[in-house]
């Protein structure tokens, strides 16, 4: 099998209805660089691919020319065991993610054994100025960070850090709303201070007050805790 055959494979998979769709939803590049490919198809494309030889090669060959084929890359690399090539490839394939979706659906089940050289690597991306780096880090940090590993001072990074891009500050909105669900004492005092700037503190409030694990009480007093925005 060669890198042109994983090519194929994905066309066999084309549903071009969903790709206009999912065009839609990913409106950062363009509709011909889209196949159409439901994600539960991707499973399939994995086990065929899996123990070729070319995956090595396929993981290589940046930047691919296909959104799939970057959907793709991302899956192997979550599925990779060693942890040390996992980070590798990570960070190789950091500079080619141009996507919401892409980067979301990275989360190697290898991270979760090795957070004590996790975390340094995560704050590291965190402060990086491309967009899709420092939203990667901030969805890794999410996935790994929220529970048992969780300290109040790793909030404090991206509570401070600022960034004019859309794709950086709802990231940045979704993490704090997550830890407000998750460690309501230590996140809410980034509320409170208003560590956040506005548009993506009030974006916080709004998404932890949809969440149903947030309770009524503390809904109410969030709302509370919103700020107006300046008139331009």
Known sequence: ??????????FE?????????????????????????????YK???????????????????????YEENYLH??????????????AALERFMPYINNWAVNDTLNPACFKKHRDDLIGRVQ??????????????MKIFMANFLDDDFRPEYLDLPADLRSDEYYVNIMTAWLFAEALTKQWDAAVKYIEDKRLDTWTHNKAIQ???????VSD??????????VKAAKS
């Open 13 to 41: 998979h084309q549903d071009k209805e969903y790709g206009d769709f999912h065009a839609k939803i990913v409106p950062t590049i363009p509709r011909k660089t889209i196949i159409g490919i439901r994600s539960p198809e």
């Open 44 to 66: 399939a494309i994995i086990k065929q691919i899996k123990d070729d030889p070319v995956v090595p090669k396929f993981l290589n060959s940046l930047p691919h020319k296909w």
């Open 207 to 213: 998404k932890a007050c949809e969440s149903f694990r």
């Open 1 to 10: 099998m060669t890198v042109k055959d994983i090519e194929k494979i994905l």
């Open 124 to 137: 590291t991306w965190m402060k990086s100025e491309e967009t899709y780096t420092r939203r990667c880090a």
């Open 217 to 226: 009480e503390r809904k109410e007093y969030l709302r509370s805790l919103k």
């Open 74 to 87: 991302a899956q192997l690399i979550n599925k990779m065991k060693d942890y040390g090539e996992c980070i």
